[in-house]
Structure formats: structure tokens, C-alpha cells
């Protein structure tokens, strides 16, 4: 065991983008503490190997309070398309610099100052809180999660097709959130990516560009389709409410608009070498036998 290990706080660690940041900071040294909502979710965090538990609510001062004492570290990600998500995101920023926390990741979004996007904008104001304050923050602004590709992976392998609500041609910049996960780990252990606010993505791909690689590691065809948003929403039974269904409809339409703009400067500089590609990650979805794997786990 190493002496002083840092202890880092993982906020919604069980999240299904949270939880991988969980082996990238054990395999620094660190140990890992969570935030999660409940007993159900604290059982969960412990067979990820999570050292200690606390059960809280970000809505909850005196819990903030209690997860951040002693910590030296913090990563948040907030929960998507939630009303309160920046009021939360700067309940744990100030929970965190009250209780002297060094070291503050912050999972935000790439593009936030397009306010257009209600979820985009709702990260500005967490950023603008860790700006304000004398934590050492990373700020990570992440494009489009290549996992929402593994979470269509069940019905591409039954149908043998790929929809997304806009155009097939159109371009969005993607990352395979395991790269964001090391970049947050790197910041929270080490002092390079200190006061650094970074867009991470892999590049830029169509959803043609997705399934000819889905295609090639099939050895067989894979169509790609238009459904509408209300097709694609029943498909995906996203558990939202109509009005952060609203906020989801407004984000494709911006893509079918616009597209979604990203390069992998920033990531590659981060990690110290190439991230991974979509072809990576489609290779190892084809790989799998089970489609249903740990890699697509369920959310928070």
C-alpha cells in the first residue's frame, strides 16, 4: 500500500459514465471514495472496489458536506437534462473549496456557451463557479459519447441496421468516454492539466462512417436510417420526462442543423497519445458475445 494515497470523491459513482473513472484513479494510487443516492447504488460502488461510501443528495448541503470532508480530490459529471443540474454543479464545487479539496474535475460538455442547447448552457454557470474559486479545476468538455452507440448495439446486431433523428451524412464529433474518464484521472493525481479547460473528442464521424465500421467487423451489412424523433425515443426508452425530452429533441435538431464540430487536439495532448478510435470501439463491441456487458452499464 502507498502512503498518502490522495483521496478522491466520485460523484454518481455508479453512473454509467461515472463508474469508469473509478479503475482509472485505482490504478493511480488513489483511494476512491463515492457519492451515490442510495443503498442500492452504495452495494454497487463496493464491488467496483469503491473504498468508502457515502449516501447523499446533491440537493443536500449537510451531505455535500460530509462526502467532501478530507477529500483531495473531486470528479462530477451532473445528471443529464435535471432542471437543478448547474444549482447541484455549484452546491458541490462550494461544498468542495469550504472543505479545502485541492483538486476539482468537472465532466461539463464540449461547446457549453451554445446556449441554445439548455443542456449545454446549464454547465456554464458550474464552470463559471470553479473559475471563481481557488480550487485547481480541469474543466473536460466532452462531444458525443461513443457508448450511446453500445446502448443501440442489442437492436443493430437483431435488426442490422443503426438510426440516429438526423441526417446520415452529417458529421458530430465522438469520444469513447474511457479516454474522458483517464484525462479526469490524470487531473486529479497529477499537476499537468492544472487550471486546463479542454474539449475532448476523437474526431468527427457520420453515421454512414459508423456502420461501414460496424459493417467491416460484422463481415456483414449494416444499413443506416433516419427515424423520427419520436421513433428513435420510443426505441431508446429513455427514461426522461417530457420536458427533458423537449431539451433531447433540440440537441438533434441541432445536429440534423449544424452537425457537431471537434477535433482530437486536446485529447491526444491530454492523454499523451492517439484516443481511441470509433473503429476501436466498434472492434471491440463485435468482439463481445454478449452484447450486454459491463461496457454499456446501466445508468445512475
Not at 485541492?102 to 441554445?116: C, E, G
Amino acid at each position: 500500500m502507498v502512503l498518502n494515497q490522495p483521496k478522491i470523491l466520485v460523484v454518481g459513482a455508479t453512473g454509467k459514465f461515472a463508474r469508469w473513472v473509478i479503475p482509472e484513479l485505482m490504478r493511480r494510487d488513489t483511494v476512491v471514495h463515492a457519492l451515490v443516492r442510495n443503498d442500492a447504488r452504495a452495494a454497487v460502488a463496493r464491488s467496483l472496489g469503491v473504498a468508502e461510501v457515502f449516501i447523499g443528495d446533491l440537493r443536500n448541503t449537510d451531505s455535500l458536506a460530509e462526502a467532501t470532508r478530507g477529500m483531495d480530490g473531486v470528479f462530477h459529471i451532473g445528471p443529464a437534462f435535471t432542471p437543478d443540474e448547474a444549482a447541484m454543479g455549484i452546491a458541490i464545487v462550494e461544498a468542495a473549496e469550504r472543505n479545502g479539496v485541492k483538486k476539482f474535475a468537472f465532466s461539463s460538455v464540449i461547446q457549453p456557451t451554445n446556449t441554445r442547447l439548455k443542456n449545454h448552457a446549464s454547465k456554464i454557470p458550474v464552470e463559471e463557479a470553479l473559475y471563481s474559486s481557488r480550487l485547481e479545476y480541469t474543466i473536460l468538455q466532452p462531444a458525443n459519447f461513443m457508448q450511446n452507440i453500445g446502448i443501440a448495439w442489442p437492436s443493430i446486431i437483431l435488426h442490422g441496421r443503426f438510426g440516429e433523428p438526423f441526417p446520415e451524412d452529417i458529421k458530430i464529433a465522438r469520444v469513447d468516454y474511457r479516454d474522458v474518464a483517464e484525462v479526469a484521472a490524470i487531473a486529479l493525481t497529477e499537476d499537468k492539466l492544472a487550471f486546463a479547460t479542454l474539449e475532448l473528442a476523437a474526431g468527427m464521424f457520420s453515421r454512414n462512417d459508423v456502420v461501414a465500421a460496424i459493417s467491416a467487423e460484422l463481415g456483414r451489412p449494416i444499413e443506416a436510417f433516419e427515424p423520427s424523433f419520436s421513433e428513435w425515443v420510443q426505441s431508446a426508452r429513455l427514461p426522461y420526462s417530457e420536458q427533458q425530452m423537449h431539451l433531447l429533441s433540440k440537441i438533434h435538431e441541432h445536429y440534423r442543423n449544424y452537425g457537431l464540430g471537434g477535433n482530437s487536439l486536446s485529447l491526444t495532448a491530454a492523454l499523451g497519445r492517439e484516443p481511441r478510435s470509433l473503429r476501436d470501439y466498434i472492434r471491440e463491441l463485435a468482439r463481445q458475445n454478449d452484447p450486454l456487458t459491463p461496457h454499456l452499464a446501466k445508468d445512475s
